[in-house]
């Protein structure tokens, strides 16, 4: 497996923290060359240092993936550097967790803007140039609330996971044999994810319930150097992965 994700250039978005830190870590022990794309610069220069100490090769672009622009600029520096893109890893999300009475449209914008657009405007970056290759990989954090609706209270977030999947699913169809997909589906994970909701009722019970059953971050990177450590003729399309005692 690392043989094959060795010297691949692997776009990361949500690069900052949790699953998306995890990965980029992970990836860069492996020997893949990492462009990482978040908000908090200042996060991202301090995880690049850590793994250009380690000797791995990274670069590092301040995203707002609401932003296609910047989404854009993220792929572009990584091509610059490296000479192309082998894997983007669409993982930048946000779990505003609030019942639906609460109207909190602002929220409701906020996670379509990340969760969907978010993962849109990353294919968008990266297609024209898989074509161009003849190859490519697209990873997508879903979640097992886009498995099974999470409610109350979940319901928009279920929503926009569903969403995630129901795109990697149409974009494997119409690439296959060109690009491989993978969704990502994992339950309570050790991330800044449950500290979403403006609601601090709904955040408190979240926050306690991944506190007493979240597995590390890790977890999920491994899943994801499984996916992209495949042979080229092999496509792993969807992973699920959850805390052995969640039961949702």
Not at 157 to 181: D, N, P, W
Request: glycine residues 10%.
């Amino acid at each position: 497996m690392q043989q094959e994700i060795r010297n691949k250039v692997v776009v990361i978005t949500g690069a900052s923290s949790g699953l998306g830190e995890a990965t980029a870590r992970h990836l860069a022990a492996l020997g893949a060359r990492v462009v990482l794309g978040a908000r908090r610069l200042e996060r991202l220069d301090a995880i690049a240092a850590d793994i250009r100490d380690a000797g791995g090769q990274v670069v590092c672009v301040r995203t707002d993936v609401t932003r296609l622009a910047d989404v854009q600029a993220l792929v572009d520096a990584g091509r610059a550097a490296f000479g192309r893109i082998d894997v983007i890893v669409n993982n930048a999300g946000l779990m505003a967790i609030a019942p639906l009475q609460q109207v909190r449209s602002d929220e409701w914008d906020r996670m379509i803007d990340i969760n969907i657009k978010g993962v849109l405007y990353g294919i968008a970056a990266v297609l024209p140039l898989f074509e161009q290759q003849g190859d490519g990989h697209v990873i997508n954090i879903s979640s097992v609330s886009g498995l099974k609706v999470y409610a109350p209270g979940g319901t928009v977030y279920s929503g926009t996971k569903f969403a995630v999947r129901a795109i990697s699913e149409g974009l494997r169809q119409e690439l296959a044999g060109k690009v491989r997909v993978t969704s990502i589906e994992p339950g309570a994970v050790q991330s800044e994810l449950p500290l979403g909701s403006g609601d601090a009722a709904s955040r408190d019970e979240v926050v306690e319930f991944y506190r007493q059953q979240a597995i590390p971050a890790e977890a999920v990177a491994q899943a994801i150097a499984y996916a992209i450590g495949q042979p080229a003729e092999v496509s792993i399309n969807e992973v699920v992965l959850r805390p052995t005692v969640q039961d949702f």
